[in-house]
């Protein structure tokens, strides 16, 4: 089985939550990727905060996960796949953050389940496999 990683996960284990934490120690580096999106949104998040010891500790934590996890790679089988479930929502009126569309795409594309914290959301896209390991 594969995972991909979403950003409330990888949020959960920069703050070493004890649920997702223990759960990425039970997966091989190879069971896990993370989604070039979810990065961008924690360097974001990241990058928000005022310089200080808190946004330190965060970057250390981020390049430390960022160093043993690998990669989802964005490539045309993922921009299908974001293309077709877009195009899902609309036709069913249905609203899903571009940034998390992306990270489900990651996810049908290497046939892998999404991490999140946030089932209710990404049960809305058609097909994929989601997982909460809080």
């Known amino acids: 089985m594969t995972y991909v990683l979403d950003t409330t996960v990888m949020s959960a284990l ?70 077709e479930i877009k195009a899902g929502l609309e036709d069913r009126g249905e609203r899903v953050d571009d940034f998390d569309v992306a990270i489900a795409a990651h996810a049908l594309a290497i046939d892998a389940v999404v991490v999140t914290r946030n089932v209710r959301h990404f049960s809305r896209i058609n097909e994929l496999r989601v997982e909460d390991w809080v």
């Open 14 to 83: 920069m703050r070493a939550e004890a649920g997702p934490s223990k759960r990425l120690l039970q997966a091989t580096p190879a069971e896990v990727a993370v989604p070039q999106p979810v990065i961008a949104e924690i360097r974001h998040g990241v990058a928000r905060l005022a310089h200080s010891r808190r946004r330190r500790d965060l970057e250390s934590r981020l390049a430390l996960l960022l160093r043993t996890l690998p990669r989802a790679p964005w490539n045309d089988e993922v921009s299908r796949w974001f293309g």
